[in-house]
């Protein structure tokens, strides 16, 4: 920087130029011409000069311009402007516009042989004051693009430092305005002796930088003061400016009174400043991308979550606790409604939420957004979870909400609601990726809910099947809906999961749907049957698993309808085998079977009665029945009698699955 030594002389006149040129080159300074502004700042970028020397009257870019311009961007470089309408205006511009010098046409040899060496001169002296490898230091450490591996932070304390050092200051500090403020100052770091300024000068200096003064030069060329209250200094404040407004300010403070900072320190310190600002510019966007493409990726897999699975409950849980992740609610709520559909709704609440609060006060607040009707299909809503919070919460105010509409999906129409009670949390800003999340949530809900009210259809059109197999004998006209209700009542008792439940009653229903391809004149025949029409009854179960198979939703349980006349001891059919290699549900369905035959009328005979059909499965456990099984249905019939069991289950799960 300070090894400019060449003279840049501009004129639109051919005739000026080399004139000037000759007399300085017999001064032995090396020259360099420009025809116009224009052309001198393009060879500034090439060249560093020590000196320019330009008319004032040329077109287009004009000499006081080109000073201006080149005071901005080259401060070691000084300008002596030529006129040839000298006036004390021109004059007093010349100098504002931050021109050293300037002279009148005609002039003399020795007039422009002075002006230029009392420029140099001076300018050597302050160039001097810099030493020039510290401010090439500084230089370096602004212009630094890799924004990899150095963090933020630590580029600001080696600004700190190299700020104190390239100004020779004794402390140095810079505060950066707070995210999500316009101008609130913190400190970032700082560097040296900074005990020699309490924290609250600091901080007025920067706030004065930053709001009200502008860049501030205290002691030294400056008349401003020190505080009283620091000992005697010198002080610089420069903010540090960016495209998108002030991002600081720095400041630099020397002791050493009077030898204090110049103005020419300050402009330079200015420089850098803004340099800085750029560089730190390049270290948000590479953080702000980092953030991003990291929650770009957590987006990803919460919507592979989300669409992984075609269970209704599974996919608002997750849904759920995927928000979670990146919004802190206390309550996160679905509500999805349909012409012709049963509504659909899911809460997701912290679990220490009051159920007044609940029930009362966000009842209260969310009828100011949606009519009540809805609002309480939504708080009654069908399924709910809760999750443990130990953030701080306020339920006496009222909730932060924020209601997202999903828009429509077919045939239906959603909304989102958050809502926040917890003080640190208030705000339910969110990530600018939440609505993409919101819509993938809402497409995979829908989904599943397409998809189970297609499986609850094709369950009712195979129970419909189920229930003509079973018209064909008036006699077990109601027995698959008997056996479901008997396998329901031991899933109860076993706790099984209401996924396993659902499969086993499926099961249940379709499992003689194999007798559809069987005569009519075999399965109802009076007369006890032949080897050759036992044989065409023993293909039911497969020829069930046959009909069941293609259908993908029944992949869970066309097992179970194929071994369901399987015998613990081996000897049942079609397939012969024994215990554990019997899928538990069929074992379950066997047990119901058996059960619901003995305790029926039959076209052969009447029913046996109950205590006879609970001697014989006795009698059987362990050969034909899995005895684990026998002893839990024996419990199952001590709570209830078969009449009650049914009852309850045409009450309940039957009354969507009208088999009789
Ligand atoms: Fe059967």
Redesign the pocket.
């Known amino acids: 920087m300070s090894s400019h030594a060449g003279i840049l002389v501009v004129d639109d006149e051919e005739r000026i130029r080399s004139y000037c040129r000759e007399i300085l080159e017999l001064q032995g300074y090396t020259v360099e011409e420009a025809g116009n502004g224009m052309e001198a700042l393009k060879k500034m970028t090439e060249t560093p000069f020590a000196l320019v020397l330009s008319d004032i009257m040329m077109p287009d870019l004009g000499g006081l311009e080109l000073a201006t311009r080149i005071r901005k961007s080259y401060p070691d470089t000084f300008v002596i402007l030529i006129t040839g309408h000298a006036t004390i205006d021109t004059a007093k511009k010349a100098i504002q516009e931050g021109a050293f010098d300037f002279i009148t046409k005609p002039f003399k040899m020795t007039e422009l042989n002075q002006s230029v060496e009392r420029a140099l001169e001076v300018r050597k002296r302050y160039i001097s004051d810099l030493p020039s490898h510290e401010l090439m230091d500084l230089y370096d450490l602004t212009t630094k693009i890799d924004v990899g591996p150095r963090k933020q932070q630590s580029f600001l304390e080696s600004l700190a430092l190299a700020l104190m050092k390239t100004f020779r200051g004794d402390a140095a500090r810079i505060y950066l305005v707070e995210a999500g403020t316009e101008n609130l100052l913190v400190r970032s770091c700082g560097a040296g002796s900074e005990s020699m300024l309490s924290d609250y000068d600091w901080q007025t200096y920067a706030n004065a930088a930053q709001m009200d003064v502008g860049d501030i030069l205290v002691g030294g060329d400056s008349a401003l003061e020190a505080p009283v209250s620091s000992r005697m200094i010198s002080l610089m404040a420069g903010s540090i400016p960016s495209m998108e407004g002030s991002l600081g300010v720095c400041l630099v403070l020397r002791s050493e009174v009077p030898n204090g900072f110049t103005r020419r320190d300050l402009k330079l310190m200015g420089l850098f400043a803004a340099q800085a600002g750029n560089q730190l510019l390049n270290y948000r966007m590479a953080s702000d991308l980092k953030h991003n493409s990291e929650e770009l990726e957590k987006i990803n897999l919460l919507t592979t979550d989300f669409s992984s699975s075609l269970d209704t409950p599974h996919v608002l849980s997750s849904i759920g606790k995927g928000l979670m992740s990146m919004v802190p609610f206390d309550l996160f709520g679905v509500y999805l409604s349909g012409e012709g559909l049963m509504p659909l709704s899911y809460i997701l609440a912290r679990s220490d939420l009051p159920e007044e609060v609940l029930n009362v006060d966000l009842r209260r607040q969310l009828e100011g957004y949606r009519d009540a009707r809805t609002i309480d299909m939504f708080l009654d809503s069908m399924y709910r979870d809760s999750f443990a919070c130990l953030r701080e919460a306020d339920w006496e105010v009222s909730a932060d909400i924020k209601i997202l509409d999903l828009g429509g999906f077919g045939s239906f129409r959603g909304m989102l609601i958050l809502a926040a009670w917890s003080r640190k949390t208030r705000s339910l800003e969110t990530s600018s990726f939440l609505p993409i999340l919101v819509r993938h949530a809402a497409a995979a809900l829908s989904n599943a809910y397409h998809y189970e009210t297609s499986e609850r259809n094709y369950i009712q059109a195979i129970a419909a099947l189920a229930r003509a197999v079973d018209a064909k004998d008036p006699y077990t006209s109601n027995h698959s809906r008997n056996v479901a209700a008997y396998v329901m009542a031991m899933s109860k008792l076993m706790g099984l999961t209401s996924r396993e439940s659902n499969w086993l009653h499926n099961a249940a229903l379709l499992?003689?749907i194999g007798?559809i391809g069987i005569p009519e004149s075999i399965l109802n025949k009076k007369g006890a049957l032949s080897d050759k029409e036992f044989d065409v009854i023993k293909q039911?179960?497969d020829m069930g698993y046959r009909i069941l198979k293609p259908v993908t939703a029944f992949s869970n349980f066309v097992e179970s309808v194929r071994y369901?006349?399987e015998r613990y001891d081996g000897n049942g059919y079609p397939h012969g085998l024994t215990r554990e290699r019997i899928p538990f549900h069929a074992c379950v369905l066997t047990l119901a079977?058996s059960f619901d035959a003995m305790t029926s009328d039959r076209i052969y005979r009447p029913s046996p009665g109950l205590d006879y059909a609970v001697g014989e499965i006795e009698k059987h456990s362990g050969s034909q029945f899995d005895p684990d099984l026998v002893r839990l249905f024996i419990r199952v019939l001590g709570k209830q009698s078969p009449k009650e069991i049914i009852s309850d289950y045409i009450a309940g799960e039957g009354q969507h699955f009208p088999v009789s």
Request: glycine residues 0%.
């Open positions: 499992h003689d007798k039911h179960p369901h006349h079977d």
